[in-house]
Nanobody
Framework: QVQLVESGGGLVQAGGSLRLSCAASGRGFSFDAMCWFRRAPGKQRELVAKITSGGSTNYADSVKGRFTISRDNAENTVYLQMNNLKPEDTADYYC?????????????????WGKGTLVTVSS
């Protein structure tokens, strides 16, 4: 089955940086769009950044210019470089991926989630 394992969260002071990683695995699967979501305390989950298999990206307005999403297709890993962090960036960050399994009958796509990694930004 597909597994997504995040790492890189932690405690950082405002203005600091963190780099999140998400390693995707699954025998026979390839990965199309990969995303980072976050859920702050008392708030709804929101899309932070998305990257397609071709490398096209988009970002939430709140993180544009500060966060950069990238991926290593050979390693099925997606990264989120977070710079100039603010206290309002404090949240659980989740990796999300569209995984595709191809067989005789065609492509089969599923959406998968990691368990999350906590980012805490102190003021």
């Amino acid at each position: 089955q597909v597994q997504l394992v995040e790492s890189g969260g932690g405690l950082v002071q405002a203005g600091g940086s963190l780099r999140l990683s998400c390693a995707a695995s699954g025998r026979g699967f390839s990965f199309d769009a990969m995303c980072w979501f976050r859920r702050a305390p008392g708030k709804q989950r929101e899309l932070v950044a998305k990257i397609t298999s071709g490398g096209s990206t988009n970002y939430a307005d709140s993180v544009k210019g500060r966060f950069t999403i990238s991926r290593d297709n050979a390693e099925n890993t997606v990264y989120l470089q977070m710079n100039n962090l603010k206290p309002e960036d404090t949240a659980d960050y989740y990796c999300n991926a569209q995984a595709v399994y191809r067989d005789y009958y065609g492509p089969h796509t599923g959406e998968y989630w990691g368990k999350g990694t906590l980012v805490t930004v102190s003021s």
